[in-house]
């Protein structure tokens, strides 16, 4: 994905450290050590995949000089990914085919060694004619902040990337999402004690009881503690729900429900967050897609399509019965600017954000324009957060949230006309 036009995509990194303090010439050698190498067709290695970093304005360049991917404390660069491998129904078809030709010459069927032989030839013959498959996925990272964005949710291209990474810069990388906010707001509120102790929402997690049957909601305490009878398959379920509370990426489903309910009324003065700090007013409404689904494996998921799905009847009651928020469209709008975003609960990761219009002509000023418009929408989301999580640590959120919440779905839930 390409920061530089079109639609964007972002998975959001932590830098763990920050980098020497000389970093200039260390990671300029560091990045031409790690410049992509071109795979040869001619050189008989057999090579299938080059991986490495090449210029985000030209993937053909690869002489990366400092001056090439530094700007104004950002590094700038793009993970390239060269694959060369001849298709195999070509490589069958032609094995296929000079197989028949060479035993209706000889009179004899081809010895399996033979066989191989002629395939390997096969290969190295396509292999020059077959120019390499080129993947390039940008990278934006700001130094003093110690954030990151790969433009990539592809599990593949965050693989090779963490190992790229940590092979040229030396440093580690953690995803940056609902835990680490959590943290960070946590610890400015002065309520790290609250957030150890917070556990999922039971009415979030199991479903509203009375509003309609949920079948995960049993009355039990959401804390599952083993006993020398417990089988593997609950040990699993406890190894997982203390994943869960590790990494609380229960917030972050908590979160868009959350913002789903507030962004419900069409008065600006409910659905509008003030921001604070560097972050003007802004207001969040809910775009054209929500999508839902049940916890545990194998489970199916509901995505809701069209104008306006967070206020329709069917997604209010799969709120109520215990499905959760996994990613919703939201359009973010401030100062007559409009930002557009998916965004997911599991790490905040953002698909398809549509940024406002640019005022700027030259390229150079674009891209700063896209950076920092990139870089609003995501203090936007974390103000939103912050918003949240100042509520959800409190014991407003018992007792005064969630029986608006309840009341909100059961306006539009009548249990006698539903399956």
């Known amino acids: 994905m390409s920061l530089l036009s079109g639609s964007i995509s972002t998975r959001r990194y932590r830098v763990l450290s920050m980098p020497p303090t000389d970093w ?3 990671y300029e050698k560091a990045v031409r050590a790690h410049a992509l190498v071109p795979i040869d067709p001619e050189s008989g290695s057999g090579t299938e995949k080059s991986i490495g970093w090449c210029s985000i304005f030209d993937e053909q360049d690869l002489d990366l000089s400092f001056s ?10 793009s993970l390239r990914i060269d694959t060369l491998k001849p298709p195999r129904d070509e490589v069958r078809r ?22 191989r032989e002629l395939k390997d030839m096969i290969v190295i013959d396509l292999r020059r004619r077959t120019p390499p498959k080129t993947k390039t996925v940008d990278v ?14 592809s599990k593949a291209m965050n693989e090779a990337f ?27 509120l002065g309520s790290t ?25 049993d009355g039990a305490s959401m804390v599952f503690q083993p006993t020398e009878d417990t089988d593997r398959e609950d040990a699993a379920k406890d190894a997982s729900f ?24 069409e008065s600006e003065a409910e659905s509008i967050f003030l921001g604070g700090g ?44 215990g499905l959760t928020v996994r990613e919703v469209e939201v359009l973010i709008e401030q100062n007559d600017r409009l930002w557009m975003a998916s965004v997911s609960a599991e790490g905040f990761d953002m698909r398809r954000v549509k940024l406002p219009s640019l005022l700027s002509e030259e390229d150079t000023e674009r891209l700063h324009e896209r950076i920092e418009l990139l870089g609003e929408v995501d203090k936007m989301l974390k103000a939103a957060f912050a918003d949240f999580m100042k509520l959800r640590l409190s014991t407003g959120w018992t007792q005064d949230e969630l029986p608006k919440m309840r009341e909100w779905l059961k306006e539009s839930i009548n249990v006698e006309d539903r399956p």
Request: charged share 30%; net charge positive; glycine share 8%.
């Open 94 to 115: 032609l094995l296929k085919q000079r197989q028949r030709e060479i035993e209706a010459s000889r009179k004899e069927p081809l010895s399996a060694s033979t066989l």
């Open 68 to 77: 090439k991917f530094h700007l104004d404390g950002y590094i700038l660069l």
């Open 162 to 188: 963490l190992r790229l990474f940590a092979e040229t810069f030396n440093l580690g990388l953690d995803i940056e999402g609902p835990g680490f906010w959590a943290r960070s707001i946590a610890e400015d």
């Open 24 to 26: 200039r010439e260390i």
């Open 140 to 153: 934006l990272w700001n130094i003093d902040a110690q954030t990151l964005l790969f433009m990539s949710h």
């Open 278 to 321: 560097d972050v003007d007013a802004f207001r969040v409404a809910i775009g054209e897609r929500v999508t839902l689904k049940a916890l545990g494996e194998g489970t199916g998921e509901i995505v809701a399509r069209g104008a306006a799905p967070a206020q329709t009847a069917d997604v209010r009651y799969a709120i109520a019965g």
């Open 193 to 217: 004690k609250q957030l150890s102790r917070t556990r999922p929402t039971i009415e979030l997690l199991g479903g509203f009881v009375g509003l309609r049957p949920c079948p995960r909601m």
């Open 242 to 265: 203390k994943a869960e509370l590790d990494d609380r990426r229960f917030l972050g489903r908590e979160f868009l429900t959350w913002l789903i309910f507030k962004a419900r009324s």
